[in-house]
């Protein structure tokens, strides 16, 4: 973006709201002010995807106020009534563009079937590392019976620890 700057980068809202209707361009902004802009007529707009953080509504106190549990109080109820919902669906999203399907593409939730390709590489990897690692502790087995056997053919007893691999016996 920093490359192209110049054709890339727009100066306000508006600027980049006329871009996406003269020319393929896609807008990055305020999710609050694309859905407005995307509620209403033309309603050529649409917003796509989620927000890439969820805020919240708030509002100043002084510090250490004696009215902050009373204002928490209050801002947790309206949200149980659903005051801030009629008041996004009164002031940012507005009906003039329902029935154009042209407001909002729902991003689908990703479920176990979309990860099923995931969870076999992730298990299938873990299948094949157990299996190279029995495979590497029977050969280093092997090799120290061999080299037991070979350095000392006196009275000794050779085992092979967890695993019976080798000989287990007087010689």
């Not at 299996?131 to 502790?137: A, H, T």
Request: with cysteine; glycine share 8%; net charge negative.
């Amino acid at each position: 973006m920093q490359a192209n700057e110049e054709s890339v980068i727009v100066d306000d809202l508006q600027e980049g709201l006329d871009k996406m209707r003269r020319e393929k361009y896609a807008l990055f902004s305020d999710t609050t002010e694309l859905d407005y802009h995307a509620s209403r007529k033309p309603c050529d707009l649409q917003t796509i995807g989620r927000p890439f953080w969820q805020t919240g509504n708030g509002m100043f106190l002084p510090k250490n106020s004696q009215y902050t549990v009373e204002f928490n109080r209050a801002i947790v109820a309206a949200k149980e009534r659903g005051v801030f919902e009629e008041l996004d669906t009164k002031w940012i999203k507005s009906k003039e563009c329902s029935g154009t399907d042209q407001t909002e593409l729902e991003s689908s939730v990703i479920g176990l079937q979309d990860m099923l390709g995931v969870f076999v590489l992730v298990y299938g990897g873990m299948a094949l590392a157990l299996v190279v690692l029995i495979g590497e502790f029977i050969y280093t087995c092997a090799q120290d019976v061999k080299k037991s056997d070979a350095h000392n053919h006196s009275s000794i007893r050779v085992t092979c620890p967890y695993v019976v691999c080798g000989r287990d016996e007087v010689f």
